[in-house]
């Protein structure tokens, strides 16, 4: 189906951390608390079939950012920063006159791991840790970290997490904050300008600190039992699962009010019919499912599964249910704005995606769990059957097949088996003098730390 756009049009490109697909009424009947979201589905390509190309931040936005897989551009666990070396949409909009903007509490997008190099406004809310000491500080250290090998990994990363415990992190996902800055943005553009606008929600990210009256409205009474950190899932006894869920859901009801705030702000200022809105989740989140909390060592159909719709002045509302890449945003979004006339072919037959050896980790995977976790993983999906392929730290690797309508394990089809062994290797230089700059000073660790990493 062709989506016929005609002119230029601004751009807000917004990422709800961690969403869910199953948690928003676009997406399942039974969820009655994302009215903004399944209001502004109701006028969108509603993508039934998104899958992200990593379960995480950093090589989630790199493949969006890019269009490559993350065993190309190698800004993985196995590199934790961009280089900077590779063309993205966000400078294809820029070179085309747009003036683009990045707005995001999220410490993995930002300056100091080379994310924003074609933004020509970037707010962090890193306050002090924003300068050219720190930055140069971090060129040094996170090449060093990167370049260790797993054992010094391990050691380092439970001496940093020691470190990390006496800071204290009030609200690591800055929501408030973000929104207000949201609503700044719109309001002081001019009427000829056109822009691009980037913006990460983190508040379905764990730690999970929504105003009260939602955790109330949702059923949460035990919160001492709610993981709030990825280690939570390897050093916390008494996880409850159901609350978890609730606190989960909690976080997404506050979420939607505040998308619901951003487009009120694009309607009052006038640009919600020159704008296209492209919601989006860089991934999910795992709930509990075989036991595992986060995003971070699984490669299960919740966590790969994303939200995706967009609003766009000249296209039709529908739902799209070929599968899709988010890679592939790429191509799209520059179709979308109006700066390439020709429409992108975009799908494909089949899905790619995977992780490294989570390195971030290696300092509280317990030592008896070691073999289950500090594993590499591989997928690929097509014609409704998904092959994972998950490899040790030895090199030996096991193979999953599932039918995706019935969710119950299959044999492996050949064919899908040999397309998994043909995904790439990162191949990359952690000595690169292409390393950005970056800081390392409390207020980004702390907010690292708090998000579940290292």
Known sequence: MSDATSGRYNVVFLVLDSLRTDRVGAYNNAVDFTDHLDTMADSSVVFENAVTQAPWTLPSHASMFTGNYPWDHGTTQARSYATGDEETFIGTLREAGYTTGAITPNVWITPHKGMTADFDFVENFLGSADNSLSRRISKL???????????????????????????????????????????????????????????????????????????????????????????????????????????????????????????????????????????????????????????????????????????????????????????????????????????????????????????????????????????????????????????????????????????ESVPVPEELRCEVDAIGEVAVDTDSSDEPEGAVDEEIEDRLEALGYR
């Open 141 to 407: 250290s996170t090449k060093l970290y990167d370049g260790l090998g797993t054992l010094p990994k391990r050691i380092l990363g439970r001496q940093l997490d020691r470190a990390f415990r006496l800071f204290g992190v009030d609200d690591s996902c800055k929501s408030e904050e973000t929104v207000a800055a949201v609503e700044d943005y719109l309001g002081d553009r001019e009427a000829a300008e056109e822009f691009f606008l980037y913006v990460n929600l983190m508040e379905p990210h764990e730690p999970y600190h929504p105003p009260q009256r939602y955790v109330d409205n949702h059923g949460v009474t035990d919160e001492s039992t709610v993981p709030h950190r990825q280690k939570d899932m390897f050093t916390k006894d008494d996880i409850d699962y159901d609350q978890l869920r609730r606190m989960y859901d909690a976080s997404v009801d506050y979420t939607d009010d505040l998308v619901g705030r951003i487009t009120t702000a694009l309607d009052e200022n006038g640009l919600d019919d020159d704008t296209v809105v492209v919601v989006l989740s860089d991934h999910g989140q795992a709930l509990g499912e075989d036991g595992v909390f986060g995003h971070q060592f699984t490669v299960a159909e919740p966590v790969i599964n994303t939200v995706l719709l967009v609003d766009h002045p000249d296209i039709q509302r529908r739902r799209e249910d070929r599968p899709f890449e988010l890679r592939r945003l790429h191509d799209l979004v520059p179709y979308w704005a109006g700066i390439e006339s020709t429409e992108p072919d975009a799908f494909g037959g089949t899905i790619r995606g995977g992780y490294e050896f989570p390195e971030n980790f290696t300092g509280y995977i317990p030592s008896d769990q070691w073999d289950d976790y500090y594993r590499q993983a591989r997928y690929v999906k097509r014609d409704g059957i998904k092959v994972v392929k998950s490899t040790a730290d030895g090199g030996d690797s096991r193979y999953e097949a599932i039918d995706l309508d019935t969710g």
